[in-house]
């Protein structure tokens, strides 16, 4: 696919662990930029490498997401375009390597796009996709933000206790997205988590930490997100001191935690969902090849 640039001219299957595709955008659904920022925070954090790039000059509309000038420390002036680049990220031993996608949703062009994706997925030799995502909701900023985590495969769902996807409606890329590799026979599984709806859309820590945690849980990836703990206990703070000068706000922010408290959980609890999600795929490889013949 022409849309889809490689930099990388090794073979990227060859010395891959189990390789899981990451993916993030910037736009409607990462609220506070905490999707994208849980990507970041891990490429920040391991050894990486661009090893592929999404054309950006047929998904979008530049007046939308225009492309920007920058000067880099001795003078010189380049133009920076929307990206949506293609980061591998090679694991401690024993655990998954990562592809990862963190980028912005683009505007047209939505199933060519899914495509050049699903091509990453395959040539890398992917086994399973993970879309990280943030929404505005009703999580008040004292409560553990909420993660709800889903899955398209209704075996996969059922194995680690996700939910299936109810929602019915308008969708965005990360929905085509779904889809085109549901129809492939990925398995994909969704991580979504709720920023309070009252905070200002500036960055939060304890949002890109609930990601970050929930991610570890399912993957197995060190994420190292309990060093988030403190930038997470400050941005609350913050918010705790914005809410007191509004009584109004206060009452309101109670009235939210008395539902949290009522409220379950919506994501399985527990440390073992990498292992469930592991066995899963064991038994799928063992099913796929139930059917082959013997070529002697």
Not at 219 to 234: E, H, I, K, M, Q
Request: a negative charge.
């Amino acid at each position: 696919m022409e849309e889809l640039r490689w930099i990388a001219n090794e073979d990227l299957t060859g010395d891959l662990e189990r390789p899981m595709l990451v993916v993030a955008f910037r736009g409607l659904f990462d609220a506070s930029g905490s999707a994208t920022g849980a990507i970041g925070w891990l490429a920040d954090r391991m050894v990486h490498n661009t090893v592929g790039e999404v054309d950006p000059e047929t998904f979008f509309d530049f007046t939308q997401e225009r492309p920007v000038v920058d000067f880099d420390d001795d003078g010189s002036r380049s133009l920076r375009w929307p990206a949506n680049e293609v980061i591998l990220a090679h694991t401690p031993e024993g655990q998954r390597d990562l592809l990862m996608v963190r980028g912005v949703e683009p505007h047209l062009r939505w199933r060519t796009f899914a495509n050049a994706l699903s091509e990453v997925a395959t040539r890398t030799g992917v086994d399973t996709v993970v879309t990280l995502g943030a929404m505005v909701g009703m999580t008040p900023h004292t409560r553990s933000l909420t993660v709800t985590g889903s899955s398209t495969n209704a075996l996969l769902a059922d194995r680690l206790g996700l939910n299936r996807p109810s929602y019915q409606g308008p969708t965005g890329l990360v929905g085509v997205l779904h889809d085109t590799l549901d129809r492939m026979g990925t398995p994909v599984i969704s991580l979504r988590v709720s920023v309070p709806h009252y905070v200002p859309d500036t960055p939060n820590p304890k949002a890109t930490r609930a990601l970050l945690r929930w991610f570890e849980q399912v993957s197995g990836v060190s994420t190292a997100y309990a060093d988030l703990d403190g930038p997470a206990v400050d941005w609350q703070h913050q918010v705790d001191a914005a809410v007191a000068s509004d009584q109004d706000l206060v009452q309101y922010v109670q009235r939210l935690e008395a539902q949290a408290d009522q409220t379950r959980e919506l994501m399985p609890n527990g440390d073992d969902l990498a292992a469930e999600l592991e066995a899963f795929l064991r038994e799928q490889d063992a099913d796929s090849g139930e059917g082959a013949t013997d070529p002697s």
